[in-house]
């Protein structure tokens, strides 16, 4: 079998991919790092797959900039849907406990300028739980009572 450079390069590379991922033959990067770089690589390999030949020599050096733009934007879209899952738990943790203390909480409040925080109050005591993705403070009573 006759390979071309570009062939090998191109297997070398999703070697390295693989190898990245995998993680075991390269302990002194932290996962992050190596999920971060494996993904770069990837891209890398597809964007250049999507180049037409005889393009000029900054186009092809370019794909290697939209490689890590691209890798970096879907990581920030995996981070945004990890934040928002906790979010949503921490609201369900405080409508079962609050539904127990016998509160009957409103529709979750986005807080003004603020995508991660939102806030409810109880329509019969008025009592309030604010929650983010990081914190909750919740200020319900532990039995609902009309004031
Ligand atoms: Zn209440």
Redesign the pocket.
């Known amino acids: 079998m006759k390979q071309t450079k570009l062939e090998q390069l191109e297997l070398a590379l999703h070697y390295l991919v693989s190898v990245l991922e995998e993680g075991s033959l390269v302990e002194r990067y932290d996962k992050a790092t190596r999920e971060s770089l494996a993904d770069v690589l990837r891209l890398l390999v597809e964007k250049v797959n999507d180049l037409p030949l005889n393009v000029p020599d900054n186009l092809v050096q370019a794909t290697a900039v939209r490689a890590i733009i691209a890798a970096s934007e879907r990581s920030n879209a995996v981070e945004l849907a990890n934040r928002r899952e906790k979010l949503e738990r921490s609201q369900r943790e405080v409508e079962a406990s609050?539904s127990i203390?016998?509160?009957?909480?409103s529709e979750w409040e986005q807080v003004k300028g603020s995508e991660m925080e939102y806030q409810a109050?109880?329509?019969?005591?008025?009592?309030f739980v604010y929650v983010s993705d990081t914190s909750v403070y919740n200020l319900?009573?532990d039995?609902?009572?009309?004031l």
């Open positions: 609050a203390q016998g509160h009957l909480l109050t109880c329509q019969v005591c008025g009592g319900l009573l039995t609902c009572q009309r």
